[in-house]
């Protein structure tokens, strides 16, 4: 609950929001008098050089417990241009002894939800001590803010009130088309909507012209036959509004009294009664156009529209003077970071490591889903090339981190298969009996298990490495092998010796064994070397016979 100065209001404080509270919360016992919260809950402050805003955390906390959707109504306007004693009246609100009170929350019902409407008073324009940059500021977070703004203008709307809109159109250019429902596809819901716009003049006599005609009068082009750059602008601010002429209505409103120094004494009784009908008919107005402040596709209860305008206010205050361009950033980061979830749930969805195409494949397809997304949601129709330079820029970060990844699961997979091929042909290498068979068995299930396990960035690495160490591998179980292998037949050849003279005593058996030893040793002996031996076709009959024996699929005397 809030209750305002009747014009004896502080204009130290930027924004003051109307809610609901207890009459405890206002008590002064000292005096037996209710007192005036207004002064000591703003949400917004100037800061100290009177050139930037700042929260005030005591207003943001009232605003906090509302668990409604929100709506804002936001007046703007010259400085005391009587804004203040407007929001009263809206607000039907009585003044007593220089003390307005609301002694309940302002809820209305719109389109079958429940919505709580917090009025907006602003700090006026072009007062004393003010910089030029705060009060755009101002203007900047009341358009953004607002769901009706309603900008109060004196007797008629001259080129200085058209020019403060400049920032309101920058907006519209940018976010209007999101919320034009012609550009809306089935089912989407609208991401965000400007504010709409109420022209409001005070004004007693429009000479036979409706308020609408003389808005639509002031909104034409003037004529700029020398050049003036003002001129210019301000006629290009002209034409935006005209373009955007469905999200804005215009109204008059007569003076409520010539004695406007005793407004604040005087009932609906006292006042004119042109003035009291015409308000009316603005309460009827703003009413039928109020809608909950939708922001990324959803309306914002208490402690959402804070963080919003906590956002909203480090974007304005960010460099000399505020910009569209930082608004835009503020309102695409939400949706940046659901694109760039698009694009990081579709490359997660891969088992690394992977072939480098696959993963080159994947992350084209899910960049052209995350930027198509954005496409569809994303604000700003000229600002918006920084988010989508932020955007290409994150997905790059993505995909290295993901590429560096992959290289280093491959590297990985490939070094732990590369390690059990290499234990593997060291347990080859020393075969109690041996068998070349064997060693061609466990040599190609090793090279076909490492083709079709090592995959990625290091398989190119690691193939060259597994034939380097496969062929040297086979070199020296061939050569070892010719050399057990002849130890194995000398050996075997006196066994046969003894068998066949001691044990069997069987003399064949006995004599084919010393040809055996005698032709092992002498043909060694004629030729220098066993390795001659080697290439003998007799010798290549003694193999075959020695590997039918000693392994086969189905028998393996070694095991």
Same mark, same amino acid.
Request: aromatic share 10%; proline share 4%.
């Given at each position: 609950?809030?209750?305002?100065?009747?014009?004896?209001?502080?204009?130290?404080?930027?924004?003051?929001?109307?809610?609901?509270?207890?009459?405890?919360?206002?008590?002064?016992?000292?005096?037996?008098?209710?007192?005036?919260?207004?002064?000591?809950?703003?949400?917004?402050?100037?800061?100290?050089?009177?050139?930037?805003?700042?929260?005030?955390?005591?207003?943001?906390?009232?605003?906090?417990?509302?668990?409604?959707?929100?709506?804002?109504?936001?007046?703007?306007?010259?400085?005391?241009?009587?804004?203040?004693?407007?929001?009263?009246?809206?607000?039907?609100?009585?003044?007593?002894?220089?003390?307005?009170?609301?002694?309940?929350?302002?809820?209305?019902?719109?389109?079958?939800?429940?919505?709580?409407?917090?009025?907006?008073?602003?700090?006026?324009?072009?007062?004393?001590?003010?910089?030029?940059?705060?009060?755009?500021?101002?203007?900047?977070?009341?358009?953004?803010?607002?769901?009706?703004?309603?900008?109060?203008?004196?007797?008629?709307?001259?080129?200085?009130?058209?020019?403060?809109?400049?920032?309101?159109?920058?907006?519209?250019?940018?976010?209007?088309?999101?919320?034009?429902?012609?550009?809306?596809? /089935?089912?989407?819901?609208?991401?965000?909507?400007?504010?709409?716009?109420?022209?409001?003049? /005070?004004?007693?006599?429009?000479?036979?012209?409706?308020? /609408?005609?003389?808005?639509?009068?002031?909104?034409?082009?003037?004529?700029?036959?020398?050049?003036?750059?003002?001129?210019?602008?301000?006629?290009?601010?002209?034409?935006?509004?005209?373009?955007?002429?469905?999200?804005?209505?215009?109204?008059?409103?007569?003076?409520?009294?010539?004695?406007?120094?005793?407004?604040?004494?005087?009932?609906?009784?006292?006042?004119?009664?042109?003035?009291?009908?015409?308000?009316?008919?603005?309460?009827?107005?703003?009413?039928?156009?109020?809608?909950?402040?939708?922001? /990324?596709?959803?309306?914002?209860?208490?402690?959402?529209?804070?963080?919003?305008?906590?956002?909203?206010?480090?974007?304005?205050?960010?460099?000399?003077?505020?910009?569209?361009?930082?608004?835009?950033?503020?309102?695409?980061?939400?949706?940046?970071?659901?694109?760039?979830?698009?694009?990081?749930?579709?490359?997660?969805?891969?088992?690394?490591?992977?072939?480098?195409?696959?993963?080159?494949?994947?992350?084209?397809?899910?960049?052209?889903?995350?930027?198509?997304?954005?496409?569809?949601?994303?604000?700003?129709?000229?600002?918006?090339?920084?988010?989508?330079?932020?955007?290409?820029?994150?997905?790059?970060?993505?995909?290295?981190?993901?590429?560096?990844?992959?290289?280093?699961?491959?590297?990985?997979?490939?070094?732990?298969?590369?390690?059990?091929?290499?234990?593997?042909?060291?347990?080859?290498?020393?075969?109690?009996?041996?068998?070349?068979?064997?060693?061609?068995?466990?040599?190609?299930?090793?090279?076909?298990?490492?083709?079709?396990?090592?995959?990625?960035?290091?398989?190119?690495?690691?193939?060259?490495?597994?034939?380097?160490?496969?062929?040297?591998?086979?070199?020296?179980?061939?050569?070892?092998?010719?050399?057990?292998?002849?130890?194995?037949?000398?050996?075997?050849?006196?066994?046969?010796?003894?068998?066949?003279?001691?044990?069997?005593?069987?003399?064949?058996?006995?004599?084919?064994?010393?040809?055996?030893?005698?032709?092992?040793?002498?043909?060694?002996?004629?030729?220098?070397?066993?390795?001659?031996?080697?290439?003998?076709?007799?010798?290549?009959?003694?193999?075959?016979?020695?590997?039918?024996?000693?392994?086969?699929?189905?028998?393996?005397?070694?095991?």
């Amino acid at each position: 609950m809030w209750r305002r100065v009747c014009c004896q209001l502080s204009h130290s404080v930027y924004a003051r929001a109307v809610f609901a509270g207890t009459v405890n919360d206002f008590a002064d016992t000292r005096n037996g008098m209710l007192r005036c919260p207004v002064r000591e809950f703003p949400i917004v402050e100037p800061d100290y050089g009177h050139t930037k805003l700042r929260l005030s955390e005591q207003g943001l906390e009232a605003i906090r417990r509302i668990e409604n959707p929100i709506a804002i109504v936001g007046v703007i306007g010259p400085y005391r241009s009587g804004k203040s004693f407007l929001l009263n009246q809206l607000l039907s609100l009585s003044c007593d002894k220089g003390i307005w009170i609301w002694g309940k929350p302002v809820e209305m019902d719109v389109d079958g939800t429940k919505v709580s409407v917090l009025y907006l008073d602003t700090e006026g324009f072009e007062s004393v001590g003010k910089s030029n940059v705060y009060d755009d500021r101002i203007f900047a977070l009341a358009t953004v803010l607002s769901s009706v703004l309603i900008y109060n203008l004196p007797e008629t709307v001259r080129e200085a009130d058209i020019s403060r809109l400049s920032f309101a159109v920058e907006i519209a250019e940018e976010f209007y088309g999101r919320a034009s429902c012609s550009e809306l596809h /089935q089912g989407e819901e609208i991401a965000f909507e400007p504010a709409k716009l109420l022209w409001l003049i /005070q004004r007693d006599f429009l000479q036979g012209k409706s308020v /609408q005609q003389m808005v639509n009068e002031a909104l034409q082009r003037v004529p700029n036959d020398n050049g003036n750059k003002y001129i210019d602008e301000v006629n290009q601010i002209r034409d935006s509004l005209a373009v955007m002429g469905n999200n804005s209505t215009a109204f008059s409103l007569p003076q409520p009294h010539l004695q406007r120094t005793k407004l604040c004494d005087m009932d609906d009784k006292e006042l004119e009664p042109l003035y009291v009908t015409r308000r009316e008919q603005l309460k009827q107005v703003v009413g039928s156009i109020i809608k909950p402040k939708f922001v /990324q596709g959803k309306t914002l209860n208490g402690k959402e529209f804070v963080s919003f305008l906590q956002q909203i206010l480090e974007a304005l205050n960010k460099g000399e003077i505020p910009s569209t361009g930082s608004l835009v950033e503020i309102f695409n980061k939400a949706i940046l970071e659901r694109c760039l979830k698009v694009y990081k749930e579709k490359l997660e969805g891969l088992r690394l490591p992977v072939p480098v195409e696959k993963l080159q494949q994947i992350h084209e397809v899910a960049n052209g889903e995350a930027k198509l997304l954005f496409d569809k949601q994303h604000f700003g129709k000229h600002h918006a090339v920084q988010s989508i330079l932020k955007l290409e820029d994150e997905i790059t970060k993505v995909y290295k981190n993901f590429l560096l990844a992959n290289e280093y699961q491959s590297s990985k997979l490939c070094e732990a298969r590369f390690s059990e091929c290499e234990d593997q042909m060291d347990h080859l290498q020393v075969l109690k009996l041996p068998s070349m068979a064997k060693f061609n068995a466990g040599f190609f299930y090793c090279n076909r298990t490492f083709v079709m396990e090592c995959v990625g960035p290091a398989k190119e690495r690691y193939d060259h490495r597994m034939s380097k160490m496969l062929l040297k591998s086979r070199a020296l179980f061939i050569k070892e092998y010719n050399n057990k292998l002849f130890n194995w037949l000398v050996t075997f050849a006196l066994v046969m010796v003894v068998l066949g003279r001691f044990v069997i005593k069987f003399f064949l058996l006995e004599i084919a064994a010393w040809v055996m030893f005698i032709f092992l040793e002498t043909y060694t002996r004629m030729f220098w070397s066993a390795e001659s031996l080697y290439y003998n076709p007799a010798w290549h009959i003694i193999v075959s016979s020695w590997e039918t024996i000693v392994y086969s699929p189905l028998l393996d005397l070694d095991r």
